[in-house]
T-cell receptor
Framework: TQLLEQSPQFLSIQEGENLTVYCNSS?????LQWYRQEPGEGPVLLVT?????EVKKLKRLTFQFGDARKDSSLHITAAQPGDTGLYLC?????????????FGSGTQLTVLP | EAGVAQSPRYKIIEKRQSVAFWCNPI?????LYWYQQILGQGPKLLIQ????????DSQLPKDRFSAERLKGVDSTLKIQPAKLEDSAVYLC???????????FGQGTRLTVV
């Protein structure tokens, strides 16, 4: 079973601060996705990274895929209360005929005004 | 484009009762997933369908859980009999055959008392 570990599990910061969330695995993934989930809703895709070492930016969010495609990070600059939510990383892999999507344990981010 | 539809949104049952959840994926999406998300954790894959065939059900507790995908479109997930530890949000997601993004429904929150 492929496991994705996220850290920290909980993060509470003040508006305007920067933060980094980590997603680590011992397995190699063909791609890695980051989702954000708000209470009562399903996860919504933020970004997909495919190439080892790839960096993608989405406004104040910066996503990086590790060179070995086993780990990833999400950095948020100048966090805002609207960034509050559960951030999930998910690794994509192929198992037989199934394209699996394995989720990490999640990081609950709270940004205080 | 309509999203993934799930019903009901909420369900409260007593232990040992049975319950069924329904999912209508995005039109044309061949892949359908059922995930279980316990409060504070990331989603855990229960079963994956490709059209109307099961491609991965390795983490489905088959003694009490069952799922089917009628004619490769709608899907139902059933629990019989339910246990207290089945309390969770059950998420349905769908994806096009060649795409990498999975779209999630809002989920069904099950409480077993």
């Amino acid at each position: 079973t492929q496991l994705l570990e996220q850290s920290p599990q909980f993060l509470s910061i003040q508006e305007g601060e920067n933060l980094t969330v980590y997603c680590n695995s011992s397995s190699v993934f063909s791609s890695l996705q980051w989702y954000r989930q708000e209470p009562g809703e399903g996860p919504v895709l933020l970004v997909t990274v495919v190439t080892g070492g790839e960096v993608k930016k989405l406004k104040r969010l910066t996503f990086q895929f590790g060179d070995a495609r086993k780990d990833s990070s999400l950095h948020i600059t100048a966090a805002q209360p609207g960034d509050t939510g559960l951030y999930l990383c998910a690794g994509a892999s192929v198992r037989g005929s199934a394209r699996q999507l394995t989720f990490g344990s999640g990081t609950q981010l709270t940004v205080l005004p | 484009e309509a999203g993934v539809a799930q019903s009901p949104r909420y369900k409260i049952i007593e232990k040992r009762q049975s319950v069924a959840f329904w999912c209508n994926p995005i039109s044309g999406h061949a892949t359908l997933y059922w995930y279980q998300q316990i409060l504070g954790q990331g989603p855990k894959l229960l079963i994956q369908f490709q059209n109307n065939g099961v491609v991965d059900d390795s983490q489905l507790p088959k003694d009490r859980f069952s799922a089917e995908r009628l004619k490769g479109v709608d899907s139902t997930l059933k629990i019989q009999p339910a246990k207290l530890e089945d309390s969770a949000v059950y998420l349905c997601a769908s994806r096009q055959g060649t795409g990498t993004e999975a779209f999630f429904g809002q989920g069904t929150r099950l409480t077993v008392v």
